[in-house]
């Protein structure tokens, strides 16, 4: 079923990444105290079924999203880790709530309301950039219209964000300059999302998809081989998918392990093990 996932989702235009550490204690040639890596790519906001998959490599090197995402050919919604430039043939979306944070971090305490602050200024211009993400989604606007809003009413923000931007001077070395580095860093990346409607304005559909791994990291602390941590990106994967069908998980577990999915099985035999597939919904469905 994991591989099957994997092939719908190399097929689909729009996706999103994250990833996050991982302790595997037997790994050849390395120290138990090295880091490893848990990847985290699901499918993005057009309107086609949820895939989410967990999938674990050594080290944090870009080439490992390359080799995943091989044959992927579209937008990319992740945050400012360079290592996701390995991936080929994709359109990078950068992630505006991780702007926001940046600038969110670089405001002095005591600051909040000093509106002549330069980081004051940067949240502004994010917090309304986010008020009109907001108002599209409570209006239920196709993508289509979504695109044509964001031309419309963000594009001017951008515009005067950007001569704002050019215009800062912050002291080196100071979080200021910190969130100025982060920004400038990924700018060809921060207006993708212009482009087409069914592109992510965040990454934070990837990091809630992600926080169940790293939630249970603090009780289980880490993996025993290199097959252990496989196993666990494959049921995660899984169990994330039926959560995000809405289906009682067990259920769905339970279901899978009755029909004993196995590669000698066709594409439309798989598809009926899909969490969306309506003999799955009519049993598994909470």
Known sequence: MYDYFHRLMLKRQFLMADETTVQVLNEPERRAQSKSYMWLYRTGEDELNTIILYGYTPTRAGV????????FKGYLECDGYQG????PDIKRCACWAHVRRYFIDAVPKGKEYVYSNPAVQGVQFCNKLFQYEDSYKKKGYSYEKRKEMRLQQEKPVLDAFWSWFDSLRPVRNTRLDKAVTYVQNRREYL????EDGRCSF???LSENAIRPFTV???N??????VEGATASATVYSIVEMAKAHNLNIYRYLVYLLEHRPSAKMCDEELEALAPWSQAVREICLN
């Open 220 to 225: 289980w602390l880490f993996s025993d081989s």
């Open 84 to 87: 996701y430039n390995k991936v």
């Open 216 to 218: 249970g990291r603090k």
């Open 202 to 204: 965040t990454n934070n």
């Open 64 to 71: 490992n999203a390359g080799e995943f995402l091989q044959g």
């Open 191 to 194: 207006e993708t999302y212009l």
